[in-house]
């Protein structure tokens, strides 16, 4: 009998579910449906880079897993055939304003990449050879360039993942879906049996799981951005990523756009306004790097709300007592990072059944779930 996999939820943990659901073996015997209403989508939202090699986040798991999912994008673009718009190995400069504060971030760096190549080459570069990878940047600091790193456009990578999918045993139905129990959603006011279902709600997997009596530990948090035009420079279309210390992120995007961002405001739960006052706080902080901007540069502004834990870990797997529904949630603001390996995970779960142990990617999920 063919089985029947619902996701509910498309942003990057869904996307690439369908994406491997399609991929894997015996796709032509099962048949997926995604429900997405995408509203506040984190992914859409996204800055987009991909560089964790250097956090100071002392969490082995969150690091085994953002690891993992930062090798594993390069490998999902190539099979894909992503465009650099969507996947882009541009690199990345993570800068210190203090020299010494410069070298030990070097060593750090350079100790990492013997057991992670992935990495790619390790520079030291100073304010001068920063200006010339960013020929935008008026005031340069000094940083360390990690050439593996990347920088996604997260709402074209679900995209193009679903176009994949659906050209194999993918329906998507816009909208927002509602669990009734173990196997049936809601939709429309039709309902809909599975033989397994994936939550990939983001922030909103409380109230999607609220019908099944399952209590999750997430919170919300309000994410936005900016991007601008900038001086267009027709010789450096790949420029790297730049991560300023004390400033906001700063991602040139070539053709003369440049994304700054993004705040991370705990106060606000799924509040979607775009604030003016928030606009101005992240020109404030470009205008450090490249001066003479000011909000008339402005294109437009993203918001999106990510979802939060009290470790600030993500949780993936079997929900504890419902074999048949499956949870990732909890990215907080790395989840383009993980989202993939997360996604990857559930979806051979979804497939092969059992109880996998994914203890090197996370803490039990007994400590997100009651
Ligand atoms: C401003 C900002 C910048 C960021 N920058 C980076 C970055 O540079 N690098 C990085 O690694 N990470 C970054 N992140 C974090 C990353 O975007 C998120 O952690 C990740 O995208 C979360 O993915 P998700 O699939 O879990 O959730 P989401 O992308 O939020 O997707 C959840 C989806 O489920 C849908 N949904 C919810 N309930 C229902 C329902 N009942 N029925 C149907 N659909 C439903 C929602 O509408 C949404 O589309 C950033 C986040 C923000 C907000």
């Known amino acids: 009998m063919r089985k029947r996999i619902a996701i509910i939820g498309g942003g990057i943990v869904g996307s690439t579910a369908a994406y491997y659901l399609s991929q894997m073996p015996n796709a032509d015997e099962r048949d997926v449906v995604m429900f997405d209403d995408s509203y506040g989508q984190a ?6 880079i991909i560089s964790p090699w250097l956090s100071k986040r002392r969490n082995k798991q969150w690091y085994n897993l953002a690891k993992a999912g930062a090798k594993l994008i390069p490998e999902i673009a190539n099979a894909t055939h992503m465009n650099s718009e969507i996947f882009d190995h541009c690199g990345t400069i993570i800068t210190r304003e203090n020299e010494s504060n410069l070298d030990e971030l070097y060593l750090f760096a350079k100790e990492r990449t013997q057991v992670t190549p992935e990495m790619g080459k390790i520079q030291k570069l100073d304010r001068k050879a920063v200006q010339s990878q960013i020929p935008i940047l008026t005031n340069p600091k000094s940083g360390v360039l990690v050439s593996g ?5 997260g709402a074209l990578f679900c995209q193009h993942l679903i176009s994949i999918a659906k050209k194999n045993n993918l329906t998507v139905h816009d909208g927002r879906a509602r669990l009734i129990n173990d196997h049936t959603i809601s939709f429309k006011e039709q309902s809909f049996e599975f033989d397994r ?4 709600t983001g922030a909103w997997v409380k109230e999607t799981m ?3 009596n399952v209590k999750v530990h997430v919170r919300p948090q309000k994410g936005q951005l900016v991007e601008l035009k900038v001086p267009d420079f027709p010789t450096h279309e790949n420029m790297p990523v730049m991560m300023p210390e004390g400033e906001y992120d700063f991602i040139p995007l070539g053709h003369g756009k440049l994304i700054v961002g ?3 405001d705990d106060n606000k739960e799924f509040d979607l306004s775009k604030e003016a006052s928030v606009d101005n706080q992240l020109i404030d902080s470009a205008q450090n790097l490249v001066s003479g901007l000011t909000p ?3 294109i437009l502004s993203k918001v999106g709300t990510r979802a939060y834990t009290n ?3 993500p949780f993936f797997g079997i929900v504890p007592n419902h074999d048949n529904v499956l949870i990732g949630s909890g ?8 989202g993939p390996m997360i996604g990857k995970l559930l979806a051979g779960s979804a497939i092969f059944g059992g109880h996998p142990d994914w203890k090197m990617y996370e803490k039990p999920i007994s400590n997100y779930i009651s």
């Open 311 to 313: 470790d600030f870990a």
């Open 262 to 264: 993004a705040t991370h």
């Open 43 to 48: 992914t859409k939202a996204a800055s987009g």
């Open 331 to 338: 990215l907080g603001s790395s989840g383009l990072t993980t």
């Open 197 to 200: 279902i994936i939550v990939a």
């Open 149 to 153: 790193g990347s920088r996604i456009n």
């Open 296 to 298: 008339t540069d402005i």
């Open 210 to 212: 609220q019908p099944l």
